[in-house]
């Protein structure tokens, strides 16, 4: 069963020198084989909150706990060797003067020989690409060093898997089926995840939690269901999926009355709301009326 809690970020704060907090006053946590995306336009704090995690960026205030151990607080800080945690990055930082089986035992020197190389067939064979030991990174496509990137980071075994970004510099259609087969690996293999990206489906594909994010808060922390169906705020509303906004007047718990009509459905998040709302509309809440049977009573079906 998945431990409750297995990352643990309370009310972190993280800014660059004397300048004005990146991310202020984040928290939520992950159980243990559990994928989650921070999602968010650029400059949103999402990249921070990994090199916090990484260990590559101090803490002004709150804390990160990973499987029970405190590793970064305002007054200590474990260094980043020793959390034990993976990154893959955005440009996939492969080594170009080693072949791909290299690349991917990079961080296995401490590991038996026959045992590396074990391991490293083990993992080219999960991701594909169990025929190009000796190719070079030059001589991969996008998607091919992806997998090799994302092969590299799992060898060693982390506790916590760290991804920037990383399919912002892949076409469209393969950064969709890569994306969900990056899922079915992780999802496989049991790893814990965090992924950051300013790309919805991204987020999407692969997470079971997204944190979206603006201006350094993490604004709504959900399911993708929620997220789309439930945003909490307009921001998230109109970040997350397609939708139009109708100014309307509430006359009873589950109707709305707007220019064009009588709504009637389910109404979230109507807490504190007054008799004018803005209803957000998805396409797919609309539901069209049947048209009516037109065939006489003794007709026959074919």
């Not at 087969?181 to 790309?199: C, F, N, S, W, Y």
């Amino acid at each position: 069963m998945p431990t409750d809690e297995f990352l643990k970020i309370t009310n972190i704060r993280a800014a660059y020198g004397n300048a004005a907090p990146v991310v202020e006053d984040v928290s939520f946590s992950l159980r243990e084989g559990e994928l989650a995306c921070l999602l968010g336009p650029s400059g949103c704090g999402k990249t921070t909150i990994l090199c916090a995690i990484s260990g590559f960026q101090d803490l002004q205030a709150g804390s990160i706990e990973l499987a029970g151990q405190v590793i970064s607080s305002e007054e200590n800080s474990i260094a980043p060797e020793q959390r034990n945690v993976g990154m893959v990055f955005q440009d996939h930082a492969l080594f170009p003067h080693l072949n791909i089986a290299e690349n991917v035992a990079f961080g296995l020197s401490k590991v038996a020989r026959k045992e590396r190389g074990a391991r490293v067939d083990k993992l080219l064979e999960l991701v594909g690409m169990q025929d190009y030991h000796q190719q070079y990174p030059h001589e991969l496509s996008g998607g091919q060093s992806q997998r090799v990137a994302l092969a590299r980071a799992i060898a060693p075994q982390p506790k916590l898997l760290l991804m920037d970004e990383p399919f912002s510099n892949l076409d469209t259609e393969l950064r969709e089926s890569l994306g969900y087969e990056v899922r079915v690996l992780l999802k496989e293999l049991g790893i814990t995840a965090i992924m950051v990206t300013h790309d919805q489906y991204d987020a999407f594909a692969l997470g079971d939690q997204i944190g979206v994010m603006s201006q350094g808060k993490l604004v709504q922390w959900d399911s993708s269901f929620n997220l789309y169906h439930a945003p909490n705020s307009r921001f998230v509303a109109n970040f997350i999926g397609d939708g139009i906004f109708v100014k309307g007047l509430m006359v009873g718990k589950n109707t709305v009355v707007t220019n064009f009509g009588e709504l009637r459905g389910e109404i979230i998040n109507i807490d504190n709301a007054g008799p004018d709302v803005d209803v957000l509309i998805r396409p797919d809440d609309v539901e069209h009326p049947r048209k009516p049977d037109k065939r006489p009573n003794n007709a026959q079906g074919i």
